[in-house]
């Protein structure tokens, strides 16, 4: 059997003991007793199914029970997991098997609640170590990187939409007055610098109101319009960047200062 | 109270079994290298490819990734710090590396023998239209982003 579909049976096989036990638990009342017994039942299945699957799983695949081990060999599965197998297993068995007899002895209910208690307190502290292995890093990663993301917000909170001057230090580096309808133009041409980029709209889509695509990456790119786009144009060193790159790759050359403030000004008129 | 906590644990007791890559923090990496496509998760190469990238970003597959040469410095950190072979490259590093000869420096992730491996997909998949390029990782791995890259 492949590791994939072991995986899977084993993800199904843990869907339904942890299924069965929660509803044992929460049906342990005596209205609905019923319930109880079926889903005490349904465990006891759930447990002995997963000896059968450990005998027709591969010796070294995940429905393998190993012995548990106090050395962790790395790169390996972290000892814990058969640990944690080897003290649940029987815990869970010995709660459903005198399940059984107490429906039969009451005498042995209070030995049966006793085992499915400790069982509780063994699959809460399953989970927490679960939740610890696997998700630990991502939640610290996940914390700082809230962290910085809030810091980058705050910082750049007051600049948060196109900031006219860009576009007139461009205009007064040219020395002219700065038009649209030649920012459109450039915005549209085609161009022969490049067999992949013939046009800024290759990227940036015909409309700057769109949301355009890398034509090479397939990466989304947010629209050109600052009435699209809140973000647009609001870091000089950004804009300048952009464009010392994008003309280089569509142009074959630096665009010049007038060419510049033209871009931005049609784009922040539309 | 143990019934609610019962139900919880029901909620989030299955197994989490992804493959996982740790993604770029570092603010200034993460923006300059996440502006044409996705900020892609150092520990998929080894340090020795990010340095021969970083060297040549006028050359950038084809397009131009220049930056000012301390922003480059500042990066080139980042990336060797958690490169494969880097010592925070984690678990998905030592996958890499297992499958990579010590005279390859390969460029591409999408070149490596560990992601051709995970990679046989049929022709059809790749020829999706929102996928583009095999480097386009988000279009099939929804939280490839977040370092996340459960198959599903």
Not at chain 1, 90 to 119: K, M, R, S, Y
Not at chain 1, 200 to 222: F, L, M, N, Q, Y
Not at chain 1, 242 to 250: K, P, S, Y
Not at chain 2, 101 to 129: N, Q, V, Y
């Amino acid at each position: 059997m492949s590791p994939r579909v072991e995986f899977t049976l084993l993800r199904l096989w843990h869907a339904a003991l942890a299924g069965g036990f929660v509803v044992a638990y929460v049906t342990a009342d005596e209205d609905t007793y019923a319930m109880h017994v079926f889903s005490g039942y349904w465990v006891l299945c759930a447990l002995t199914l997963r000896l059968a699957l450990a005998l027709i799983g591969s010796s070294s695949g995940p429905l393998r029970l190993p012995r548990p081990k106090f050395t962790w060999a790395k790169p390996g599965r972290n000892p814990l997991f058969a640990w944690m197998a080897a003290l649940l297993l029987p815990a869970l068995a010995l709660g459903a098997l005198t399940g059984v007899i107490a429906d039969g002895v009451p005498v042995a209910e209070d030995l049966h609640e006793a085992i499915a208690e400790a069982g509780l307190w063994l699959v809460i502290a399953h989970g927490l170590i679960i939740a610890w292995i696997f998700q630990g890093r991502r939640i610290r990663e996940f914390l700082t990187g809230a962290a910085a993301l809030l810091a980058v917000g705050l910082i750049s909170l007051p600049a948060w939409a196109a900031d006219p001057a860009i576009a007139a230090a461009y205009g007064k580096e040219a020395g002219e007055t700065l038009s649209a309808a030649r920012g459109e133009a450039l915005y549209l041409s085609k161009n022969t610098a490049s067999a992949d980029f013939a046009s800024c709209s290759t990227c940036h889509t015909p409309d700057p109101r769109a949301a355009g695509r890398h034509a090479k990456t397939g990466r989304v790119i947010e629209p050109m319009a600052a009435s699209a786009n809140a973000k647009r144009f609001t870091d000089a060193a950004k804009v300048e960047e952009r464009f010392t790159r994008d003309c280089q790759t569509v142009l074959g050359r630096a665009c010049t200062a007038r060419e510049k403030g033209d871009y931005l000004t049609f784009l922040m008129m539309k | 109270m143990m019934k609610k906590l019962a139900l919880l644990l029901c909620l989030v007791a299955s197994p989490a079994l992804a493959d996982f890559a740790p993604p770029i923090t570092d603010p200034l990496t993460k923006a300059a290298c996440g502006e044409c496509h996705m900020a892609f998760q150092p520990a998929f190469l080894p340090a020795r490819s990010w340095d021969k990238m970083m060297a040549n970003l006028a050359d950038h597959f084809g397009d131009n990734a220049t930056l000012a040469p301390d922003k480059a410095a500042h990066i080139r950190k980042v990336l060797a710090e958690s490169a494969a072979d880097g010592p925070q490259g984690g678990r998905m590093g030592h996958k890499i590396l297992s499958r990579l000869r010590a005279d390859e420096t390969p460029l591409r992730i999408t070149e490596t023998a560990a992601f051709l491996r995970k990679h046989r997909l049929p022709e059809s998949e790749w020829k999706r239209p929102d996928v583009v390029t095999k480097s386009n990782c988000v279009a099939c791995h929804k939280t490839a982003e977040k370092g996340i890259y459960e198959d599903d």
